[in-house]
Nanobody, 127 residues
Framework: QVQLVESGGGLVQAGGSLRLSCAAS????????MGWLRQVSGHEREFVAA????????SYADAVKGRFTISRDNAKNTVYLQMNNLKPEDTAVYYC????????????????????WGQGTQVTVSS
């Protein structure tokens, strides 16, 4: 069982930045691929970014490429999402998710592939 707790959401003006953090419980954090996904009310949860177990492989949705950066610190059991040049369309609830992966280089980009989820943190970008 993995427990995930997100923090760092809030209200920011367009063009601003936020850094989301996700703290994971347990001693096996390094065996999980991690991801950030987001959801707007009335819409399906969508993939934002993913990072491999080792931290050296990442993937991004086209909508956030060049603006968002995912990273992880396995010593701190934490994954981050640095969001720069935020746009109003980035407004959503952002979720941290994890999935056990055998390969240290693998990651998941589909919401239904993840096993554990945090409670979500609201990000609101005003125009």
């Amino acid at each position: 069982q993995v427990q995930l707790v997100e923090s760092g959401g809030g209200l920011v003006q367009a063009g601003g930045s936020l850094r989301l953090s996700c703290a994971a419980s347990g001693r096996t954090f390094s065996t999980y691929g991690m991801g950030w996904l987001r959801q707007v009310s009335g819409h399906e949860r969508e993939f934002v970014a993913a990072v491999s177990r080792s931290g050296d492989r990442t993937s991004y949705a086209d909508a956030v490429k060049g603006r968002f950066t995912i990273s992880r610190d396995n010593a701190k059991n934490t994954v981050y999402l640095q969001m720069n040049n935020l746009k109003p369309e980035d407004t959503a609830v952002y979720y941290c998710a994890s999935r056990y992966l055998y390969s240290r280089f693998s990651y998941s980009t589909a919401a239904n592939e993840y096993d554990y989820w945090g409670q979500g943190t609201q990000v609101t970008v005003s125009s």
